[in-house]
């Protein structure tokens, strides 16, 4: 009995550390982070758009769009050092959220579904790796992450292509990124972002304008997945690490259609919406 009781006791120590204010904070944080990195990456692309309507030696003045190209950006403005720990540390505290909802679920009635908290797992591991490129580079390492996107993504897909199956992972793992684009476009559209937001705290007018970025940069967002996941299975299919593309060169490959220039202007403005919809979250999310 007293061990069960201990194992009680500190079983609930843990779930109010999981939901204290400080993780909390973290996770407000967090969004903020992301949402500057997505308004970057947006404004990137839209100077990619009508800086050259395409091909990589152009548009942008060289700059990347994608995570690298955003803290270059940061890190050449005043005080971009200070800013680039800071969105780190922003980060962080996001990585640290999921691992809480993780551990305890989240918030909503079926935030402790298995289901529910092995997503923010994965989401946990997605923000710790994104946390530690920002805080490499912060601390110097210019080459985490910076500018590289394209790049790594073609050096991965060549080395897992010449494991023994190798062909069927890349196609596999192109398959599961493209699923996850369009899921999350689907969801944008349907507006399902609104069960995990306060809605009943917001004005007509700032509930216009999150449903407006929130859908806009929702189905941007999972459009960017879906094609990157598109050119991963055509890497597989063609046995070609060439094929495969990072976020910079999948948002060129946009203005390489019918629309030219103009699509990418629109999937551009759409991630710079996102960025703001993130923001909107930090101050209205559930958490």
């Known amino acids: 009995m007293n061990i069960s ?55 942008g003045g060289g700059k990347q769009a994608d995570r690298g190209g955003a803290l270059a950006e940061i890190a050449q403005k005043p005080f971009g050092s200070v800013l680039l720990w800071v969105l780190g540390v922003a980060l962080v505290g996001m990585t640290l959220w999921r691992l809480s909802e993780a551990a305890f679920g989240a918030a909503g009635p079926d935030g402790r579904k298995a289901t529910k908290r092995l997503a923010s797992a994965g989401r946990a591991v997605f923000y710790a790796f994104v946390s530690y490129s920002v805080l490499m580079f912060a601390a110097g390492d210019r080459g985490s992450g910076s500018g590289s996107g394209d790049a790594q993504s073609k050096d991965v897909t ?47 007018a700032v509930r216009r304008a999150v449903d407006v970025t929130g859908v806009l940069g929702g189905i941007s967002r999972g459009l960017v997945f879906a094609v990157a996941g ?32 103009w699509l990418l202007a629109l999937i551009a403005i759409g991630l710079a919406a996102f960025g703001l919809f993130s923001c909107a979250n930090a101050r209205w999310r559930r958490i």
């Not at 598109?230 to 976020?247: Q, W």
């Open 5 to 59: 009781a201990t194992a009680r006791r500190s079983h609930g120590k843990a779930r109010r550390a999981g939901n204290s204010s400080a993780v909390e904070a973290g996770g407000r944080a967090g969004f903020v982070a992301r949402g500057a990195i997505y308004v970057l990456v947006g404004v990137l692309a839209l100077r990619i758009a009508f800086g050259s309507g395409g091909g990589n030696g152009g548009g």
């Open 158 to 204: 060549a080395q897992v292509l010449g494991m023994p199956g190798g062909r069927w992972l890349v196609g596999a793992a192109g398959a599961v990124i493209a699923g996850a684009g369009l899921w999350i476009a689907g969801r944008a559209a349907l507006r399902k972002f609104h069960k995990h937001l306060r809605l009943g705290e917001m004005s007509p």
């Open 230 to 261: 598109g050119f991963a299975v055509a890497a597989a299919v063609k046995a070609r690490s060439g094929e495969a593309k990072g976020m910079d060169d999948t948002l060129r490959s946009f203005s390489t259609t019918p629309a030219g220039p």
